[in-house]
């Protein structure tokens, strides 16, 4: 069985621990490799692997940083097709998303910022009194990068690969349940021939190899991709410690559609923000409120498309819908379906478990599911489920949806679907979201910034908002006569 392996100082090697975590594939429900059960001895020697090559590296020509994640973006998309598959065996999502969508994206996170720091520069601002002010934005050192399991390569590189480009040095973990594409990456770091210990990284449990991260002195800032709960922990190790943080958490977006929308175009696009990877993207859509007068033709339109979708081995080209992540997140989520049905739901289509045939029979496969009949207070409509799951709400005045939109202690994402301009501006003026799009979704330009509020995180990635995260200000204030 395949034994994944850590990447520290440039090497690949086992946990001191010598001993292996089972890696699961969901689409067959079984162990189909190992990972290292690192512990902080792993992410000491990782930590002083990255500070070793701190100096050198923060100190090398942009234009040179650059040319590292150039070459590593070539080689993710030289090997598209291999890591397509392996993204997709580990994760449960179809090879054909993986292919589309998060290893190109990964790709063009390297391309992005490998190119973006070239365009980074320092700000002057000039006094009456015949003074200068200079910031200089110096590296801050070695980083921790913790990645969720959902979009394993793009969210480990939206994270990396900015930090790098800054001039930091890296320890990073990706989640315990999908490591094989950073262990990918790894060996593409390797042949990119990316100096050692600029980038290490460590495999493990959350609570173990993850919470060494955080813990650790000398590692001066931590980006942070997952949950809230897991936010809020980290949250209080690190602040004690005057850590910089980047926290991007939970969300439950709400899907606001009014009757004068491009209808076509919404019914489509509200199948891919309700369903992709198998609703397990954080930007997903999961409370849909729809405009009166068309509530009943979306209702019966959107659940005839949504029965149509094809829930299938991720291999098959036809599949829509994958397997999700693991057993327990699948039990999860046929949790909250049993809580909305005693809060009063009505399941329009899906709900349960889905058993395919053959060698997929273990897999972990939820029919895409849609409910209605909720209040827009209960718990399954407060509560980030992430999974093919959506409910479906009628309203009639832009007051009482913003109200509703507004009432989860999440803000991370909101759409809205209107043909009306000032509407769309101020329904997006007035949601508490940190992203808002109007008559689209994920639709992502790497320049913005991205991120939430409220309980959906804190701080910005993107654009050079990365780089102000990855770098510390300093002011060097000059009087002249
Ligand atoms: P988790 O919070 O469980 O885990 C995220 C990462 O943190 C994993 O690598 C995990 O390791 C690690 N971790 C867990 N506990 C600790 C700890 N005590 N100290 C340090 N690291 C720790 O999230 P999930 O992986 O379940 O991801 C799903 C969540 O991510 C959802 O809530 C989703 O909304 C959110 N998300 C947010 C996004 C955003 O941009 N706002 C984007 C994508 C997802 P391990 O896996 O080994 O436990």
């Known amino acids: ?55 050198k590296w923060s100190k090398l020509p942009k234009e040179k940083r650059s040319a590292y994640l150039l070459k590593i973006a070539e080689l993710i998309e030289e090997n598209l097709e291999e890591l397509s598959r392996a993204e997709s065996k580990d994760n449960g999502k179809t090879i054909q998303l993986a292919k589309s969508v998060d290893i190109p994206r990964a790709a063009a996170n390297f391309r992005f910022y490998g190119t973006g720091i070239l365009h980074y520069a320092a700000h002057a601002h000039e006094m009456e009194e015949l003074a200068i002010n200079y910031t200089l934005r110096h590296p801050l050192g070695v980083v921790g990068c913790i990645s969720p399991w959902n979009l394993p390569l793009y969210l480990f590189s939206w994270k990396i690969a900015p930090a790098l480009a800054a001039g930091c040095t890296v320890v990073a973990k990706p989640s315990e349940v999908t490591p094989m594409s950073a262990f990918l990456l790894s060996e593409i770091c390797i042949k990119a021939g990316l100096p050692p210990g600029v980038l290490n990284i460590v495999h493990g449990l959350g609570s173990k190899a993850g919470n060494a991260i955080v813990a650790h002195p000398g590692i001066k800032a931590i980006s942070f991709t997952g949950g809230t709960k897991t936010g809020a922990h980290i949250a209080s190790v690190a602040a004690p410690q005057f850590k910089k943080l980047s926290l991007e958490l939970g969300g439950k977006n709400p899907n606001i559609i009014f009757a004068d929308c491009n209808y076509e175009k919404m019914l489509s696009t509200t199948l891919h923000s309700s369903f992709s990877n198998q609703g397990q993207i954080c930007l997903c859509g999961s409370r849909i409120f729809v405009e009166r007068p068309i509530y009943e033709k979306f209702k019966n339109d959107f659940v005839e498309r949504t029965s149509k979708l094809k829930v299938g081995s991720p291999e098959s080209s036809d599949s829509k819908i994958g397997a999700v992540v693991s057993e327990s997140h699948m039990e999860k989520i046929l949790s909250y379906v049993e809580l909305a049905k005693k809060e009063g739901g009505s399941v329009l289509c899906g709900g349960k478990r889905m058993i395919l045939e053959g060698e997929f029979e273990n897999g972990y496969y939820i029919e895409p599911t849609i409910i209605e009949g909720l209040s827009y ?93 990855f770098t510390e200000p300093k002011n060097v204030c000059i009087k002249y006569n």
């Open 377 to 469: 207070d209960c718990r399954t409509n407060q509560e980030e489920i992430f999974g093919p799951v959506v409910t479906l709400t009628p309203f009639d005045t832009e007051e009482d949806v913003l109200h509703w939109a507004n009432s989860v202690i999440y803000g991370l994402a909101a759409s809205v679907w209107t043909e009306n301009t000032s509407r769309a501006h101020r329904i997006a003026n007035e949601l508490h979201t940190g992203i808002v799009w109007v008559n689209c979704w994920m639709l992502r330009d790497l320049r913005t910034p991205f991120g939430g509020v409220k309980s959906s995180g804190v701080g910005r990635e993107g654009g050079f908002e990365a780089f102000d995260f």
């Open 1 to 55: 069985m395949k034994k994944i392996l850590n990447y520290i100082n440039g090497e690949l090697s086992p946990s001191n621990t010598n001993t292996y975590l089972d890696n699961y594939d969901p689409s067959r429900g079984m162990v189909y490799s190992q990972i290292p059960d690192s512990d902080e001895k792993d992410v000491e020697r990782a930590f002083k692997a990255a500070n070793a090559a701190f100096p």
